[in-house]
């Protein structure tokens, strides 16, 4: 976390006077939440030593991205001192949050960048302009998946037909080159459902299961294995209602949508924390959101209750069971497997973990491709404008993982995982699933 | 349940790489957790064991650079890490680094410092250099030129060249400043010109688009007369430097070397890869990402450390303990108005009481606070007020250890590696 004060009683996104009991509220006041929200002992610690710009593998490929030092504490203190336009490079962070973790002083650049964007996207962006809706449109990803999976075979064949996405690319400038991601004919909610819900009840080991927009409408099977998974060890697991994390929409500076979202999310999983559970996901960078982002950027009661109970989901089984001993002696068939670690998983410090566990089972051969960011950011790498950029982001990774024994990748981020098989054409799986195979499964094959 | 393994080494610079590999030459089970990118990614990249003699020995000798390092750590005074540790760690330290290392080093041949040119136009006297910086050697009499680009701050070839003959190099030396081809942004990232180099991309030069390497050459070229050695400012590729330097030497008919350069720096940035690399091959679990922030004692042993993941926190175990945290800049040790303190085991730091004691009057002078850290014994435990180990299995590396001023002295590395050594070693064969 970072040393910067978060806000104690209103958040950066609603500048109504009520809410901000300023009633001069200033619009062209650039990172409006600054009496509240202080990030001037972060910005103070910026001794520029430029670490944070050699770590973003935007500015490593971007000649016009000024990097991270400028759009963290030199913009935010050139931003103070004059009644100064945030700068529109602040739009191609592509809030990988790489610089966050490298700065050796604990400067909270992406709390910076976020706030910055979101006041950019505010004050300054055109809300008619057709990239402010493709990015709109990006980033509530989930209304859209939600629509989609209601007819998912005609969504899939939609999403991905010719003149279709041709006049996406044109009009909205979304890139024609990526295949959108197939939705699963039943969600995992549907499948919760169908199932008939939990079927472990156990008062005192208990998890809320936070599976994020993607494993329900799009690999419903990384769900399914996280909650067998924990069944195994005898948890009880809570599926509670939810939004989506917020991550797309911070990226975006649609920090109003992401509010939105997050109290729904922390109403929700609150109630499940004051019945004894844990929170889980299965996505880093939703991990990630509810932990770092959620309490930097809002103030929603119980906020930081949600962050402090929050886990990835094999953080939580390292730390509460033994892992390795009940893995030790399991023997799976399973494809030998290249692994990426996410940026945001990285972030967290779960960057070496995937390996690790998987390494104690018989037949799986893991291996780590290093640690360059895979380019897709998220929604950045679907921008037509940033297409070549985000693959020529990857171009490492890939080569990696050409040289890798395996040909099925592995990696807990779903975006990640779309870039993953788009410059490589492998099949890419989930932690989980390889956990489930060795702990769950009766057939043991790769299924 | 914690997360369990025999030494457990907190911090991710050199000190805690070379822990961790001395640890797992014992056959220890090692974890490494480290909370952000260490002070290696601002460093030069060189390796100092030991350039000048350390205070307590007298002026003149102190401002002669030492040529065998070696030879003087018998001088150094009580309670400096090398004399705790003495010097089969140094040699220890510095072969771990070495096998760690293997050929993208240089300067394992001799006990003897080599001199290497800095972006200053200094001399400065080393025990390991990058095989990048091979060829530019000060002892070396090749006449050389110096390259410099006007967007890449830090490196005025000039300068640099005035101040080498300055210094009394045994060869002529001159310097132009270019501009980089391809017309990079003023503030171009060191990574933008690194990631050009190291995919060859094409660039455009007077409307013709040509491979980046092959545009540098042309343009350096022209400047070139008959100077057998060319030395370009540390920014020749991060992935694969050797093949960037000989594509240039090649195109140039002229050695090629890099100047190391001040922070960011590429080559402490391929150093960090290197050992982080290494750690992997030797089988050491590494976390990066959180810091380590309590500690839960069991008697005089340590029992486990609580890491912070953002607001969770999560609980380690060990048997053996290696605190390599780094000093202030690594955030190991911090100050506020009050005082000087180790943040996870608050350990004692010697200090004078009154805060403006920790500075002398000259920027120069023997400063106090440069040589602020914890006191150990010569099993590298940190002591505790009574001078005794303040926990049976906790032993302490690099820059969190008091009694030397790394930058005076220039043995930040060296002084990294050989308790590093020993401190591994130490709580391996323990675990
Ligand atoms: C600008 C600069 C230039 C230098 N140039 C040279 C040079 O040319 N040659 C040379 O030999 N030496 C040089 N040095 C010195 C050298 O880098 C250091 O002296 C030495 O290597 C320190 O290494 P270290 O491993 O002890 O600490 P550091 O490299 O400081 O690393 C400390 C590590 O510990 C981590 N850490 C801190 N607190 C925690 C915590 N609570 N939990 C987990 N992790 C934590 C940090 O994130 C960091 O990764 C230079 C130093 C600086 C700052
Ligand atoms: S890494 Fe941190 S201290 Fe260094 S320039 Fe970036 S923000 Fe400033
Ligand atoms: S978040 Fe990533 S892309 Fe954005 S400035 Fe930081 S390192 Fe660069």
Same mark, same amino acid.
């Given at each position: 976390m970072s040393d910067a004060e978060t806000p104690d &009683?209103?958040? @950066?996104?609603?500048? /109504?006077p009520a809410a901000t009991?300023?009633?001069?509220?200033?619009?062209?006041?650039?990172?409006?939440e600054s009496e509240d929200m202080d990030l001037r002992p972060g910005s103070d610690?910026?001794?520029?030593?430029?670490t944070c710009d050699t770590n973003c593998p935007v500015a490593e490929v971007d000649d016009d991205f000024p990097g991270p030092k400028f759009q963290g504490p030199e913009q935010w203190r050139l931003k103070r001192k004059d009644d100064h336009d945030i &700068?529109?490079? @602040?739009?191609?962070? /592509?809030?990988?949050?790489r610089c966050d973790s490298a700065c050796p002083s604990e400067v909270p650049l992406s709390q910076m960048h976020n706030t910055a964007r979101g006041s950019f996207v505010e004050?300054?962006?055109?809300?008619?302009?057709p990239e402010y809706i493709r990015n709109r449109i990006l980033s509530n990803y989930r209304t859209s998946a939600w629509l989609a999976s209601k007819v998912p075979r005609l969504s899939n064949f939609m999403m991905n037909f010719g003149p279709a996405r041709w006049v996406m690319e044109k009009t909205?400038?979304?890139?024609?080159?990526r295949d959108f991601p197939e939705f699963a004919e039943q969600t995992f909610r549907e499948w919760w459902v169908e199932r008939g819900g939990a079927q472990v009840e156990n008062p005192d080991k208990r998890v809320a299961y936070f599976h994020g927009c993607y494993s329900n409408y799009n690999t419903p099977e990384v769900g399914k294995a996280m909650v067998e998974v924990f069944e195994e060890f005898g948890y009880e697991v809570m599926v509670p209602d939810q939004g989506c994390s917020g991550t797309p929409m911070f990226a975006n500076g649609m920090l109003d949508d992401a509010r939105r979202h997050a109290e729904t999310n922390v109403e929700n999983l609150v109630a499940a924390i004051g019945e004894g559970a844990d929170v889980i996901a299965s996505c880093t960078s939703c991990s990630l959101s509810l932990r770092q982002e959620y309490p930097e950027l809002f103030d929603i009661h119980g906020i930081e209750d949600v962050s402090e109970h929050t886990y990835e989901a094999l953080e939580y089984l390292r730390i509460h069971e033994d892992l390795e001993g009940e893995l030790d002696g399991s023997e799976v068939d399973f494809p030998d497997l290249a692994y990426h670690a996410p940026c945001h998983a990285r972030n967290q410090g779960l960057d070496g973990q995937a390996i690790e566990v998987v390494?104690?089972?018989?037949?799986v051969e893991a291996e780590d491709v290093g640690d360059?960011?895979?380019?897709?950011s998220g929604t950045y790498g679907w921008k037509a404008e940033k297409y070549d950029l985000s693959m020529e982001i990857g171009e490492e990774m890939f080569e990696h993982m050409e040289d890798a024994e395996g040909d099925v990748g592995m990696t807990e981020c779903p975006t990640c995982a779309m870039q993953m098989g788009h410059g490589t054409g492998y099949e890419i799986r989930h932690p989980l699933e390889v956990l489930e195979a060795a702990l769950v499964s009766e057939d043991t094959s790769s299924a | 349940m914690a997360i369990e393994d025999d030494v457990l080494v907190i911090g991710g610079g050199v000190a805690a790489v070379a822990s961790a590999l001395a640890a797992r030459e014992t056959g220890a089970r090692v974890r490494l957790i480290a909370h952000k990118q260490s002070t290696l990614r601002q460093a030069s990249g060189l390796i100092d064991v030991l350039g000048y003699h350390p205070e307590g020995a007298d002026d003149e000798s102190r401002t002669a650079p030492i040529s065998d390092p070696f030879g003087a750590l018998d001088a150094v005074p009580e309670g400096h890490p090398y004399e705790r540790v003495g010097e089969e760690a140094v040699r220890g330290g510095l072969d771990l680094f070495d096998d760690a290392v293997g050929d993208a080093?240089?300067?394992?041949?001799?006990d003897r410092n080599a001199l290497v040119p800095t972006h200053g136009g200094t001399v400065k006297p080393t025990a390991r250099y990058p095989a990048g910086a091979a060829?530019?050697?000060?002892?070396?009499?090749r006449d050389a030129f110096l390259v410099g680009f006007?967007?890449?701050?830090?490196?005025d070839a000039d300068v640099a060249a005035d101040h080498l003959r300055a210094a009394g190099v045994p060869f002529d030396v001159r310097g132009a400043t270019l501009r980089f081809p391809g017309?990079?942004?003023?503030?171009?990232?060191?990574t933008r010109y690194a990631h050009l180099l190291d995919q060859n991309d094409e660039i455009e030069v007077d409307g013709q688009s040509r491979p980046a390497r092959e545009a540098l050459a042309e343009r350096v070229k022209a400047h070139l007369?008959?100077?057998?050695r060319v030395g370009f400012p540390?920014?020749?590729?991060?992935?694969e430097p050797a093949g960037v330097r000989a594509d240039l030497a090649d195109s140039l008919g002229a050695d090629v070397f890099e100047v190391p350069m001040g922070p960011p720096s590429l080559p402490g940035m391929r150093l960090s890869d290197m050992l982080f690399e290494a750690l992997e091959d030797a089988g050491v679990h590494v976390e990066t990402g959180n810091p380590v922030v309590d500690v839960e004692a069991d008697g005089d042993r340590v029992d486990r450390v609580i890491a912070e993941h953002t607001a969770t926190r999560v609980p380690y175990r060990a048997e053996q303990y290696v605190l390599a945290t780094g000093g202030l800049v690594g955030k190991g040790i911090r100050s506020d108005r009050e005082r000087v303190y180790e943040?996870?085991?608050?350990l004692p730091i010697p200090q004078p009481?009154?805060?403006?004691?920790?500075?002398?009057?000259?920027?120069?002078?023997?400063?106090?606070f440069a040589r602020f850290g914890v006191p150990v014994d010569r099993e590298t435990r940190p002591l505790d007020a009574d001078d005794e180990?303040?926990?049976?299995?906790l032993r302490a590396a690099g820059?969190?250890?008091?009694?030397?001023d790394f930058a005076a002295e220039k043995s930040g590395s060296g002084v990294s590696l050989a308790t590093g050594y020993a401190a591994g070693t130490g709580a391996g064969e323990r675990a």
């Open positions: &009683d209103y958040d @950066v996104t609603d500048d /109504s009991g300023d009633d001069e509220f200033e619009p062209v006041q650039v990172f409006p610690d910026c001794y520029k030593c430029s &700068d529109d490079s @602040v739009m191609k962070c /592509s809030n990988c949050m004050n300054q962006m055109d809300k008619l302009s909205l400038g979304v890139t024609a080159e390494d104690r089972i018989d037949g360059s960011c895979s380019g897709i | 080093y240089a300067g394992g041949h001799t060829a530019g050697l000060a002892s070396d009499e006007d967007a890449v701050t830090g490196f017309d990079l942004r003023d503030d171009a990232k060191l007369g008959g100077h057998e540390a920014i020749l590729g991060d992935a943040p996870i085991f608050d009481e009154d805060r403006y004691d920790w500075f002398e009057e000259g920027a120069f002078d023997d400063h106090p180990p303040a926990y049976e299995n820059a969190v250890v008091g009694g030397y």
